[in-house]
C-alpha cells in the first residue's frame, strides 16, 4: 500500500478540465511543501511537470498546474488533450527517516 | 541536452548481488544530486535512496526497504553513478531508474531520468 493516496483513475474528454487528487498525512503532503508530480507514458520514464506544489519545470505545459490544501494536494490539467492520457504520481517528501513517499498512482484516460 | 543511461540489470538469484551503473552526460555530474527510484512491474514508483555531491560530502540516505542492503556511489572521474544491491529478494524486482535531483533552497528527485534497467530476482 502506498503512502500518498491517488485515485486509481480518472477521465475526461478533449478541452475539459480534471483534477487528481493525492491525500497523505500531516508527517508528509502537510508539513512540507515539498509535492511533486510525475507523469509517465506506457513504457516510457517518467518526467517530472510540477516540483515544490505549484512550479513547472521549463518546457512544461501551463495546462498544469498544482495546488495543496492541508493533506491533500492537487494536479490540475486543464484543457485536456489526446496526448495528456497517462499515468500521473504524485510524490511528498515525508522528512528524515521516511524520506520520499509516491501515491499509487492515477491512470488518465482522454475519452 | 541531460542524458541518463542504466545498465546492469538482469537475472540473479535471492540473496545474491547486482551493481547498477548510471553513465551521465550533458551537465556537470559533480555538481548533481542523484537518486534511484524503481518501478515493480506494473505497479507505481517508489524512491530507493539518493546521494549528495561530494561538495557536501557525498551523504547518503535510503529507503527503509533497501538500508543495510543497497549502496549509492558515484565516480566524479568517470561521470557514473552506481546502485550495488546485495541480498536482494523476490520484492526488488523492478524497473531500477537513475534520476537526477531538482536542487533550489530544497531538493525534489526526479528531475531528469534515465530509460531504466530491469532488475529480476527469481529462483
Known amino acids: 500500500q502506498s503512502a500518498l493516496t491517488q485515485p486509481a483513475s480518472v477521465s475526461g474528454s478533449p478541452g475539459q478540465s480534471i483534477t487528481i487528487s493525492c491525500t497523505g498525512t500531516s508527517s508528509d503532503v502537510g508539513n512540507y511543501n515539498l509535492v511533486s508530480w510525475y507523469q509517465q507514458h506506457p513504457g516510457k520514464a517518467p518526467k517530472l511537470i510540477i516540483y515544490?506544489?505549484?512550479k513547472r519545470p521549463s518546457g512544461v505545459s501551463d495546462r498544469f498546474s498544482g495546488s495543496k490544501s492541508g493533506n491533500t494536494a492537487s494536479l490540475t490539467i486543464s484543457g485536456l488533450q489526446a496526448e495528456d492520457e497517462a499515468d500521473f504520481y504524485c510524490c511528498s517528501y515525508a522528512g528524515s527517516g521516511t524520506y520520499w513517499v509516491f501515491g499509487g498512482g492515477t491512470k488518465l484516460t482522454v475519452l | 541536452e541531460v542524458q541518463l543511461v542504466e545498465s546492469g540489470g538482469g537475472l540473479v538469484k535471492p540473496g545474491g548481488s547486482l551493481r547498477l551503473s548510471c553513465a551521465a552526460s550533458?551537465?556537470?555530474?559533480?555538481?548533481?544530486?542523484m537518486s534511484w527510484v524503481r518501478q515493480a512491474p506494473g505497479k507505481g514508483l517508489e524512491w530507493v535512496g539518493h546521494?549528495?555531491?561530494?561538495?557536501?560530502?557525498?551523504?547518503?540516505i535510503y529507503a527503509a526497504p533497501v538500508k543495510g542492503r543497497f549502496t549509492i556511489s558515484r565516480d566524479e572521474s568517470k561521470n557514473t553513478l552506481y546502485l550495488q544491491m546485495d541480498s536482494l529478494k523476490t520484492e526488488d524486482t523492478a524497473v531500477y531508474y537513475c534520476t537526477t535531483d531538482r536542487r533550489t533552497t530544497v531538493t525534489t528527485p526526479g528531475d531528469n531520468w534515465g530509460q531504466g534497467t530491469l532488475v529480476t530476482v527469481s529462483s
Open positions: 515544490e506544489v505549484t
Open positions: 550533458g551537465f556537470t555530474f559533480t555538481n548533481a544530486w
Open positions: 546521494i549528495k555531491s561530494k561538495t557536501y560530502g557525498g551523504t547518503t
